[in-house]
């Protein structure tokens, strides 16, 4: 399939929209990867150019289409156990130091396609056996919350998972899903994933944790969008709960409502 060229100024629209939508701040070198995510959707609607795609986006008429824009320009690159510091983090400090006697419940706030909500859930499940936990993962991409429910991923992509918990909370495929494995359905009971923008407040519904992860998002937003996402997120931190941002990432500059306790974690005062 031949696709279409885009002119500066057509992609600067793009650019807005998106950053508009998501608050993610599109490169110029992105230039090439938003032609070829979105060339098969000028196709669907006939549309010689980006601008006329455009304009039925702004238009706001067609949410799902928005959506598949979205679904198609957000990247979601994740692993199982990814930054495996953190998770030792959650499981000696979190679980070991816990005194309270309420569900211990974690939100993988920006949660892909569901490894990073499972990989915490493992967590829990070997660390609370017996007790109760809940794990909520959220994105804004509907196409990866949809794997993410499922819980069936590629074997090529579980390196990270230890041999221990692959065997006791993985069910490996066989006949015409080997090469696959499935999150084995106690943990996929437990944990709940939900669509989220975290450009805009939480609803107070989701309820309050005693941990966050925020990692690796906030590396393709800019210093006022990621104030706006901390801010938005915090009203749904416990007092004393844990936030907890990617490797590449910091909050200095972005918010004095937590404190710094080891790189990459901080607690709410």
Not at 29 to 50: P, S
Not at 107 to 113: D, I, K, L
Not at 120 to 135: H, K
Request: charged residues 25%.
């Amino acid at each position: 399939m031949i696709e279409a060229t885009i002119t500066d100024q057509e992609f600067a629209l793009f650019q807005r929209l998106i950053y508009k939508i998501a608050g993610i701040a599109l490169s110029d070198a992105k230039k090439v990867l938003l032609v070829g995510r979105l060339t098969r959707r000028l196709k669907v609607y006939d549309f010689a150019t980006f601008t006329q795609y455009y304009r039925m986006l702004a238009k706001e008429e067609n949410p799902e289409e928005l959506q598949t824009m979205v679904d198609l320009l957000t990247t979601n690159e994740t692993y199982f156990f990814r930054e495996p510091k953190h998770f030792d983090f959650l499981r000696d400090e979190v679980i070991a130091k816990r005194v309270s006697q309420s569900p211990l419940r974690v939100w993988s706030a920006a949660s892909s396609s569901g490894e990073e909500a499972y990989s915490i859930a493992m967590s829990l499940a070997e660390a609370l056996p017996g007790a109760a936990w809940e794990v909520v993962g959220s994105d804004i991409s509907t196409k990866v919350l949809a794997k993410a429910v499922a819980g069936h991923y590629s074997l090529e992509r579980t390196d990270g998972i230890p041999p221990g918990y692959m065997r006791k909370y993985c069910l490996k495929g066989v006949r015409a899903h080997a090469g696959t494995l499935l999150i084995v359905p106690e943990l996929r009971q437990r944990t709940h994933f939900c669509q989220i923008n975290l450009m805009h407040p939480v609803a107070a519904d989701i309820g309050e944790f005693d941990v966050i992860f925020l990692r690796n998002v906030m590396i393709y937003f800019d210093l006022e969008t990621k104030a706006k996402v901390v801010h938005n997120l915090l009203p749904r931190l416990k007092a004393g709960g844990h936030l907890i941002i990617g490797h590449s990432e910091t909050l200095n500059g972005i918010t004095d409502r937590v404190v710094a306790i080891r790189p990459t974690i901080y607690r709410k005062a």
